[in-house]
Every structure is written in structure tokens, then in C-alpha cells.
């Protein structure tokens, strides 16, 4: 038996060879390179080999794992399943110490800008992931516009801000309140629809957005993207060098060194407390019977209707709800870059988003910062090999997909349970 | 007390050049339980549909007498059928909320009164003391339900994971918790063994004398439909070609041809 495998083995990683030889050959060994003025194509084979070697082996490896892994069926220890069971003993511990290292992770030696803008990046994104959460882990909307929202908001606040001066804080809840209408009036086109319907018309929706704000060049500028859009203040207090007269900033209110660096940490606890905000309200949210009703709709409809829930409304307050997190984040995000443009709100992101929030474990608000940890930390680290960061994403989908099938963190709590009241 | 808690008149559904149900008349009483009988295509569950506004019905009149109160079943749609008239179904393979808790099914089944009771959520928000004290009642009524048929130490497992003939008893009773007037039951003891059976019948016999719930039954299951109905009402081919008692229906020699058979 043992040589009938390694035999089946061989054969299978000599086809994922070749395979991976008529994908990679093209896409990566032929390369244009202009020599004198004239484009000609450099074969890089060797790159081509060492892709197919590491694909082949690989493949050798993985069959040979996964009949160990069928002779030990049975006795069930892989490592998500180690790692998950863990989280969920300790859940409320490690929370609390996830928490506590957010809030002095800027005064760690090491957090210096980089790893600022990218703390802040990843927080956005665990934001958009809660945010999302709500319409796709609880409702069970599958949403692959959700990057028009995040556009609605950004684009909300930077026009209220630039035309009426307003601040941040008033900005937010209308920014907010804008994307939240959005998520209503894409609801209404789309009760009907379920499953690869409702994913092919929300896309098409975070399409339209995109476009409109390409076009309505009178309000948005279209392409060129809105600048100068005003950076947050601390309760009133810019953060500014030279501020105009007679304007007290932060660092002579507080007697501090001017320091670009207040802003940045400054805006870091910005979002940590958006995302902190939506997390509490989407935890609490759950436990009300607008929740379970989420997750009723989720789970049969039609049984549902039988009970008297009102689907239509369950489902526009699931997007609405949704929406105005992505509202909030993007009004963050257009105060964070004080410029904005229609390519920031492109399909990939909204890809982006819906893959934290599966390969989270569709729900697990937990899961969600793992995963977004882990797919933008990766994309960061292959930051320098360019175009390579995209196949180590898809690399990192694959990996959870055959380890973890239902998410990271699949296991889902009750939300009320018989003895505790409330 | 034997007034018509049910009053079903003319009722036809057509699906494009299929007659469905065929001008069907009957009632159901309010302390009773109302058989409808028949062979597979019948359009037994038809008659559910049409009563529970899943369907349109093409024409005919539907009335429920809610304490005196005539309500005209056709003006509602889907789910306000449930929610407004007190109309409460199963469905003939079962609709749980397979990945909630057994508890969590019970209380979505008490989603509008708490809903009410939550303001919309704004209550429930911040905590408020009436939307708790309104949970915890919540709660007691699904203790209630979970202790007559036996539940209550299940009550934060996944409804997916209990066994058949308990989900098919959850089901029945997650209906109670929407305070029905009519119980519309499809195919109840489908699947259910001799002892299961049994227990059913006496949950149903419970749910109708201590509840005072008209129950409208759909059953092929004999044992169950002739021990515990008051009522029968027999359909073939959309039609009613036999309306009476348990005992009358078993000896009707129509009945007997269409769908009981003979005992040769």
C-alpha cells in the first residue's frame, strides 16, 4: 500500500509540474525587456524551474500528509482546530490583551511611521471587516459592493468638509448617515435576491458608485480626486507647525515639540476607537432580536416569514447598519489621506473585505482580526517583490481554505443561553 | 363552544392550465383538530400555502374568526399572516434554524414583541429595564415550551444537531411561541416512530384542549390521523370529495377508492 501511494504520488506531482510549467512558463519565464530602444523578450527559465520544482515537491508532500492525516482519522488535533479551541477557552483573555497592546503599540520602540501607517491600515480593514461582517457573516447577504459605502462616506465627508468647513465630528455621523441611506436604496432593488444574484448585483452596485463618482465631474472632480480636504483636529486643536494667527495647536497647548508624529498616532487612536465602536455595537447588536433575526434570515427565510419576522426590514437594517460602518471608516479614511480619488474604491478592495470576513469565519468578529492580520500583514511583508504580493495573498486564501474550510474561527456562540438572563 | 374559527370558501388555485384546488369549501372549528387527507397531489399543502399567504390564491375566500373578530386571510402576504392574523404553520421537512441554539429558535419565534419591547433596538441598546424584564418573560415562555416536550436540557444546543423527532417537535412548538389562533401542521409524524407518534398525538391533544388552538392538520400517518382528529376533511385531485368524522371517514367507500384502500 505504501508503494502504491508514493507511486500515485509521483504521478500526481509530475501532472501538478506540468501544470504549473504551463502556467508559469508564459506568465513569468517570458519577459520583456527594452535593449537599444527595442523590446525584446529575456527567458528567464530558471525562476520558471524553481516555481515548478516547489509546486511539484509540494504537491509529493501534501499527498503524502494527507494520508497520514487519513490513517490518524479519528483523533482530531490539526492545528487550526488546536489554535481555535484555544482562542475560544481564553477568548475574553486574549481580547483584553489584544486591546491593551493596540492602545500602547505606539509607544513601542519599534512603531515607528512605517509601522504606524500600516497599524492604521490594518485597522481600517478590521473596521470594513466588522462592518461587513454584520451584512454577510450575520445576515448572510453576500455583499461585493462594499467598497461603494466606504466610497459614499469618504466622499460624504471630504465634500462636506471642503464646502462647508465642517469639522471631523460633525462630518462623521453625516458621512455615516449618507452611506446608511445608500445601503437602504441599494437594499430595496435587491430583497428578493439570494446567493450568486445578490453577489452579481451588489458588484454591479460598487461598479455604479465608482463610475458616478468618475463622471459627475462637477461634484466630485472626477479622476483628478478631491484635495485639501481638511485632517482632523484634536477637540479643535489642529496639529499644524505653523498654524494661523492667533491658533493655538496641539503641541503649544500642551507645551510639546512640534512632531509629525503626534498626528499620525493621533489618528491612529481615531480608528482604533471607530473600530473599537463597531465591534461593541455589532457584539451587542447580535444579543438583540434584531440580531437573532439577522441570523434567522440567514439560515431559512421562508421559516422565518412562517414566524412573522419581516424579511424586508430585517434585511435593509441589516445593510443600512453595514453600510454606515463603511461610512464611518471611509470618512476616516478621506481625513487620513487628505485626498481621495475614484481608483481608492475599486472592486479589489471590496474583494478584499469579503475575503477577511470568509476566511475569518463567516461571523467570528475575532476571526476577522486574525485574518486581516494575516492577509494585509502578508501583502505587506511581500511589499517588495511588487506583483508577487498578489500570489501570496491568493496563496495565504488557498492555505485557510484547505486547513480551515469554514474560516478561521468557525465555531459560533449562542446568543442567549438557558440560566443567564440578558 | 363550537364556533368557526376557520371559514374556507370556494377556494381555487390555479398554476397556469393546473387546477390545483378546485373550489374547495370547508371550515375548521376552534376546538378541534381538522384532518386534511388525501393522496400525494392532492393539494393539501396547497390549502397550507394559500392559508399562510405563501401563495396568491387565484379565487375563493379565506376568513379567520380571531375572538369575534372576522379577518380576511387573502388581504395579508407572507410573513403578516403570521404576525397580524396569528396564523402559524410547519412545514412538511422541517425549517429550523439549523445553527442557531434550540433556545435562540424559540426566540426568534418571539421576534415582534420583543422587537416592540426593544424600541426598535434603542432600548435594547442601553439596556434598558423593560426590554430586559420582557426577555427574561421571553424566556420563561420558551422554558415553558421546552419542557413539555422535553428539551430544556438541550435548550443551548444547535437545532441541527438534535435528533429527528425532536426537531420535528421544536418545530411545532416554536410555532406555539407566535400565541397562534390556528395551527397549520404539514405532515407532522412524517418520519416519526411508533413512539414518537404517540408522544405527538398527546402534544397536539394538549396544545388543543389546554390552549384552546384550532389545529389544521396535513397527515398520512393513519394512527395519528384517525386517533386524535375531530374533524377530517378528504381531497383528491384538488377536490373535496369527503368531509366528516374520524370514524365515518374510515368507512366512506369513496374515501376507501381513493386513497385508504382495502384490506384484501
Known amino acids: 500500500m505504501g508503494k502504491d501511494l508514493i507511486q500515485k504520488s509521483l504521478k500526481d506531482s509530475l501532472f501538478t509540474g506540468i501544470i504549473a510549467l504551463a502556467l508559469f512558463g508564459p506568465i513569468v519565464g517570458l519577459r520583456t525587456v527594452a535593449k537599444n530602444e527595442v523590446l525584446v523578450v529575456e527567458p528567464k527559465w530558471f525562476v520558471v524551474l524553481l516555481i515548478v520544482a516547489f509546486c511539484a515537491v509540494g504537491r509529493f508532500f501534501i499527498n503524502i500528509y494527507s494520508y497520514k492525516k487519513e490513517q490518524r482519522r479519528g483523533e482530531p488535533s490539526s492545528l487550526g482546530k488546536v489554535i481555535s479551541n484555544f482562542l475560544d477557552e481564553k477568548g475574553a483573555q486574549i481580547a483584553i490583551a489584544a486591546i491593551a497592546f493596540s492602545v500602547i503599540f505606539p509607544f513601542m520602540p519599534f512603531a515607528d511611521r512605517y509601522w504606524m501607517d500600516i497599524a492604521i491600515m490594518m485597522m481600517t480593514y478590521i473596521m470594513l471587516g466588522w462592518g461587513l461582517n454584520i451584512v454577510i457573516g450575520l445576515a448572510g447577504l453576500l455583499d461585493l459592493g462594499y467598497v461603494a459605502f466606504y466610497a459614499v462616506g469618504a466622499y460624504s465627508y471630504a465634500l462636506f468638509a471642503i464646502h462647508f468647513g465642517w469639522s471631523f465630528w460633525i462630518c462623521l455621523p453625516i458621512a455615516g448617515l449618507f452611506a446608511g441611506m445608500f445601503g437602504i436604496l441599494l437594499g430595496f432593488p435587491v430583497l428578493r435576491l439570494r446567493g450568486d444574484y445578490l453577489a452579481i448585483v451588489t458588484l454591479a452596485f460598487g461598479e455604479m458608485i465608482r463610475i458616478l463618482l468618475l463622471n459627475w465631474y462637477e461634484l466630485t472632480k472626477g479622476p483628478d480626486g478631491l484635495t485639501g480636504i481638511p485632517r482632523p483636529s484634536f477637540f479643535g486643536l489642529p496639529f499644524k507647525r505653523y498654524p494661523d494667527e492667533g491658533v493655538e495647536t496641539f503641541h503649544t497647548f500642551f507645551g510639546l515639540e512640534y512632531d509629525p508624529m503626534q498626528r499620525i498616532i493621533f489618528l491612529y487612536y481615531l480608528i482604533l476607537v471607530l473600530a473599537l465602536i463597531t465591534n461593541a455595537f455589532t457584539i451587542k447588536i447580535r444579543r438583540l432580536p434584531v440580531g437573532r433575526a439577522w441570523e434567522a434570515l440567514r439560515e431559512d427565510e421562508i421559516a422565518c416569514k412562517s414566524l412573522g419576522v419581516n424579511p424586508r426590514n430585517t434585511k435593509l437594517t441589516a445593510f443600512a447598519i453595514g453600510a454606515m460602518f463603511g461610512g464611518f471608516a471611509g470618512s476616516f479614511f478621506a481625513t487620513r489621506q487628505a485626498f481621495i480619488s475614484p481608483e481608492s474604491f475599486t472592486f479589489i478592495e471590496s474583494a478584499i473585505i469579503v475575503a477577511i470576513v470568509v476566511l475569518g469565519g463567516m461571523g467570528s468578529q475575532t476571526g476577522v482580526v486574525l485574518s486581516t492580520i494575516f492577509l494585509i500583514g502578508l501583502i505587506e511583508v511581500f511589499r517588495d517583490f511588487e506583483s508577487y504580493r498578489m500570489v501570496a495573498f491568493g496563496g495565504a486564501m488557498v492555505l485557510i481554505m484547505i486547513f480551515r474550510p469554514r474560516g478561521i474561527l468557525a465555531k459560533r456562540k449562542p446568543t442567549i443561553t438557558m440560566g443567564k438572563h440578558g | ?264
Open chain 2, 1 to 264: 363552544m363550537s364556533e368557526k374559527l376557520l371559514d374556507v370558501q370556494n377556494l381555487t388555485m390555479k398554476f397556469g392550465g393546473l387546477i390545483a384546488i378546485d373550489n374547495l369549501s370547508f371550515s375548521a372549528k376552534k376546538d378541534h383538530i381538522t384532518s386534511i387527507i388525501g393522496p400525494n397531489g392532492a393539494g393539501k399543502t396547497t390549502v397550507f400555502n394559500c392559508l399562510t399567504g405563501f401563495y396568491k390564491a387565484t379565487a375563493g375566500s379565506m376568513f379567520l374568526n380571531k375572538e369575534n373578530n372576522k379577518m380576511d386571510l387573502k388581504k395579508f402576504s407572507d410573513f403578516k399572516v403570521a404576525q397580524k392574523a396569528g396564523v402559524a404553520r410547519t412545514f412538511q421537512n422541517i425549517r429550523l434554524f439549523p445553527q442557531m441554539s434550540v433556545l435562540e429558535n424559540m426566540m426568534v419565534a418571539q421576534h415582534n414583541k420583543l422587537m416592540t419591547a426593544s424600541g426598535f433596538s434603542i432600548l435594547g441598546l442601553i439596556n434598558s429595564k423593560s426590554y430586559l424584564q420582557k426577555e427574561k418573560e421571553a424566556m420563561e415562555i420558551s422554558k415553558y415550551w421546552l419542557d413539555i416536550i422535553g428539551l430544556t436540557n438541550r435548550a443551548d444546543d444547535n437545532a441541527g444537531d438534535l435528533p429527528y423527532g425532536d426537531q420535528r417537535k421544536l418545530e411545532i412548538v416554536r410555532a406555539m411561541c407566535i400565541e397562534p389562533h390556528l395551527l397549520c401542521l404539514d405532515e407532522p409524524a412524517a418520519g416519526l416512530n411508533a413512539k414518537e407518534s404517540a408522544e405527538l398525538n398527546k402534544l397536539l391533544k394538549f396544545i388543543k384542549n389546554d390552549k384552546k388552538t384550532g389545529i389544521l392538520l396535513i397527515e398520512h400517518d393513519m394512527s395519528v390521523v384517525m386517533g386524535i382528529s375531530d374533524h377530517v376533511v378528504v381531497l383528491n385531485y384538488g377536490k373535496k370529495i369527503f368531509e366528516g368524522t374520524a370514524k365515518e371517514t374510515k368507512n366512506s367507500p369513496e374515501v376507501i377508492e381513493a386513497y385508504l384502500g382495502t384490506e384484501d
